[in-house]
């Protein structure tokens, strides 16, 4: 059985101070089977050479105008052609697992949707606080609602939710 694509939504705008690692954290990781779609929202920095100097793997798309985050990423999520559709911020990183373990366990439990903790760093890699979810599995919109804790660069949907 073949692995799933998984779709890598970044929105991007002026981001060029840590662009290169955020891409790198994908690179590095362990599950290989994936696409970044690349949404530049109308940078005026080096982000667009950065983002196309990496290759087939990454789709780039230049938005003609500077739109909301949650509006890019509508768009992004247009484009994705995975399975599954993953979030990631240019100035966040992923583990080298991050994808292997989330997608062993969407494809295991059949979940829809699925997000984890965090580990927050400053610019020099210095932990800062770690963020773990309080609500762990079952129906929990109610939960969700009520506590809004999900943390977007671990989030992880199925894209019949799209």
Known sequence: MSSPLVSIV????????????AIESVYKQTYSNWEIIFWDNKSSDQSASIAKAYGPKVHYFYGDKKLSL???????????RGEYIAFLDTDDLWLEAHLEE???FMEDSKYLA??????????????????FPRFYSGPMLRNILRQFEINVPTMMLHRSLI
């Open 102 to 104: 989330q997608v062993a």
């Open 114 to 131: 699925s997000y984890a903790g965090i580990q927050e760093i400053n610019a020099d890699g210095v932990i800062i606080r770690d963020l």
């Open 10 to 21: 970044m929105n991007c705008y002026n981001s060029e101070q840590f662009l290169r690692e």
């Open 70 to 80: 949650g509006h890019a990423r509508k768009l992004a999520m247009q484009e994705a």
